[in-house]
C-alpha cells in the first residue's frame, strides 16, 4: 500500500517541525518537503507531487488562499488536496479556503490524532471541516451568491438514498459516520456521495452542502 505524501506549509519553522514529527511518526505518510510561503508550496508541491498539503493562510507574499487556488486551477495538480490549518476558525477564513479548492478546513489547536484522521479523509478523496464551523460556514455558504455550475435542479435526479445522504453531508458527516448513522458500508456511503457529485455536477462535498441549503432540502441552523 502507497503513503501518503504530505507536504507542510507555514512560515513558523517551530510549527512545520511540529507537524513533521507528528507526519513523520506514521507508517502510512511521508513528509516529501515544507514551505513557508505560498510560491514555495507551488514550487514544492509540483516537485514533490504530494497526495495532501497541510496549508496555513497567513504567509507571507502569496497567502495560503491563493496557493490553494493556484493548485485547484493547476490540472497537473488534480490529485493534490489542501488540508487548511489555521489558528482562527473566522467565517472569511473558512469560505474563503473552501472557495478556492481546499478539501478541508481544521484549527491548529486540534487534537493531533484527528488532525492524522484528517490527512487520511483528505487523501482518500472525502472532504472534512473542523466541527466547530461547519454549520455556520454552511449557513453562510447558502445565502451568500457566488456563481456555481452546479444544476439545482438536478436534486431531482437524486435517489431518495442519496437525498438522505447528502442531508448528512450537510450535517458535517464523514462517510464511516454517514454509514454508521445509516447502517451501511463505509464503501457505500462513499458511492452514494460520489454519485450525488456526479448527478449534480458539485465540484466537492462543500459545493454539495451549498446546493443542499440552497435548494431547501436542508435547512440553516
Do not use: C, W
Not at 195 to 210: E, F, H, I, M, P
Amino acid at each position: 500500500m502507497s503513503r501518503i505524501r504530505v507536504l507542510i506549509a507555514d512560515d513558523h519553522a517551530l510549527v512545520r517541525a511540529g507537524f513533521r514529527t507528528l507526519v513523520e511518526t506514521e507508517d502510512d505518510m511521508e513528509l516529501v518537503g515544507e514551505a513557508s510561503t505560498g510560491q514555495e508550496v507551488l514550487d514544492r508541491v509540483r516537485q514533490s507531487r504530494a497526495d495532501v498539503v497541510l496549508m496555513d493562510i497567513r504567509m507571507p507574499g502569496m497567502d495560503g488562499i491563493e496557493a490553494t487556488s493556484a493548485i485547484a486551477a493547476d490540472e497537473d495538480l488534480a490529485g493534490v488536496r489542501v488540508l487548511v490549518l489555521t489558528t482562527f476558525d473566522h467565517d472569511e477564513h473558512v469560505l474563503g479556503a473552501l472557495r478556492a479548492g481546499a478539501s478541508g478546513f481544521l484549527v491548529k489547536d486540534t487534537d493531533p490524532a484527528e488532525l492524522l484522521r484528517a490527512i487520511r479523509v483528505i487523501a482518500s478523496g472525502d472532504g472534512l471541516l473542523s466541527p466547530g464551523v461547519t454549520r455556520r460556514m454552511i449557513a453562510r455558504i447558502a445565502s451568500t451568491p457566488e456563481p456555481s455550475t452546479v444544476d439545482l435542479g438536478s436534486l431531482s435526479a437524486l435517489t431518495e438514498r442519496e437525498r438522505e445522504v447528502v442531508t448528512l453531508v450537510a450535517e458535517g458527516l464523514a462517510n464511516d459516520e454517514i454509514a454508521e448513522r445509516l447502517f451501511i458500508s463505509p464503501t457505500t456511503a462513499k458511492t452514494h456521495v460520489s454519485r450525488a457529485l456526479t448527478k449534480t455536477g458539485a465540484r466537492d462535498r462543500a459545493q454539495l452542502v451549498a446546493m443542499a441549503y440552497r435548494t431547501g432540502l436542508v435547512t440553516p441552523p
